[in-house]
Structures are given as C-alpha cells and as structure tokens.
C-alpha cells in the first residue's frame, strides 16, 4: 500500500487524537466553569465534537489497520487491481480515458483516481487488456474497452 497514504492516516489519527485527549478536555473543563450544564450551548458543542472525534478516530483506527494487512501478492499481475492504471477507450464518446484505481481515501475523479469501489472500479476490476467493460454509472451505462494496463507491480519496478 502506498506508504503516503498510510502516513496520511496516522497524521490524522494524531491530530484527533490530540484534539480528543487535550483541546476537548480543555474546552468542557471551561464550559463547566459557566454552571448550569442544561443551558451551556459550549458545553454541548464540546461533548457533541468529542463524540464526533471518538467515532472518526475509531473509524480510522479501523481502516489503517485493514491497509496495513493488505497482501500485495494476492493484488493481480496481468489484470486490473488496486493500483493498477488503465486506457480505457469509451465506446459511446470515442474518447479514450485513463484511470488510476485507488482506495475509497485516495479518490479523485478529477485528477483521474478512482476507487476500487466506484461502479467502473468495480466494473474494471479482474479484467484484461482487450476486455471490453460494460459498466452501470449513475450517468448511465457505459462501455469501455481496456487498451492499456499497468499494474502496481508493473511500477514498483
């Protein structure tokens, strides 16, 4: 798994971990100070973030934990896999298009990254050079012919 996007994981995970043992303890300690908690808007706020913080943190403890058991082996070496780039020919627009498959975190449709998990992720996934792809989009369905592939094994080289 790309190493920059596990370290984005455990940058965040300190940030909030940070703000959840040392800011948010701050700022309810303070609120306290203003009496009656029934009508304290601060104090509610405080406890609502931390209740935020804690379920993010939790959330991202959960998936760098999943990334961080990711077996490289099992990610195929002539098809399309996590990290793999691919032409792709659309047949309706009779353009060609490039995407890089990448985890649901990393996504970018703009810059071309897409999840494994996007319906032409999804679609891609397992298939070869030659495979031509129908695919359900919310825009509708599409149809895309696989000119080119690079795997993540293929640039690791």
């Known amino acids: ?3 920059r996007l596990l370290q984005k994981l455990e940058d965040e995970i300190r940030t909030l971990e940070y ?3 040392n800011e948010l303890p701050r700022e ?3 609120a306290r100070e203003h009496g009656d908690l029934s009508e304290n808007a601060e104090y509610k706020a405080a406890k609502e973030r931390q ?3 804690s379920a993010r943190l939790g959330m991202l403890k959960k998936r760098l934990a999943e990334l961080s058991m990711l077996d490289m082996s099992r990610i195929p070496r002539d098809a399309v896999g996590l990290g793999s780039t691919v032409l792709l020919y659309d047949v309706q627009a009779d353009s060609e298009i490039s995407y890089r498959l990448v985890t649901s975190e990393e996504a970018n449709a703009a810059q071309g990254a897409i999840s494994t998990n996007s319906p032409i992720g999804r679609g891609l996934l397992g298939k070869q050079v030659g495979d031509v792809v129908d695919v359900q989009t919310p825009a509708g ?3 895309f012919e696989i000119r080119r ?3 993540i094994h293929d640039e690791e080289k």
């Open 1 to 3: 798994m790309p190493a």
């Open 19 to 21: 703000e959840l043992h």
């Open 28 to 30: 309810i300690k303070k």
């Open 51 to 53: 209740g935020i913080v």
């Open 141 to 143: 369905g599409k149809q």
């Open 149 to 151: 592939l690079t795997t």
